[in-house]
Nanobody, 126 residues
């Protein structure tokens, strides 16, 4: 089992920045891939960004490319999401997740991920 705890969400004005963190514990050796997803009210959970431990490869949703940066600090089993130039449409609950699949491809659908945090609310005002 892997336990994930997100933090760093909050209320920010459009154009502002936030940095989300996700602290992992438990069987962290299973964390071959990690990702950030988000879910806005009335919408499905969607992929935001992902990273593979094997080669550090990253992938982003088109809607956040150039504004968000995913990174991980392996020594502390922590995942980050730096979010810049935030827009009202970025408002959602943000979740971090772990993919136990031993591969190099970053998967982008929620059902491919095995462990989830409880989520942190990000609200961007216009």
């Amino acid at each position: 089992q892997v336990q994930l705890v997100e933090s760093g969400g909050g209320l920010v004005q459009a154009g502002g920045s936030l940095r989300l963190s996700c602290a992992a514990s438990g069987r962290t050796s299973l964390m071959y891939g990690m990702g950030w997803f988000r879910q806005a009210p009335g919408k499905e959970r969607e992929f935001v960004a992902g990273i593979r431990r094997s080669n550090g490869t990253t992938n982003y949703a088109d809607s956040v490319k150039g504004r968000f940066t995913i990174s991980r600090y392996n020594a502390k089993n922590t995942l980050y999401l730096q979010m810049n130039s935030l827009k009202p449409e970025d408002t959602a609950v943000y979740y971090c997740a772990v993919d136990r699949n031993y591969g190099t491809r970053i998967r982008t659908t929620p059902y491919d991920y095995d462990y989830w945090g409880q989520g942190t609310q990000v609200t961007v005002s216009s």
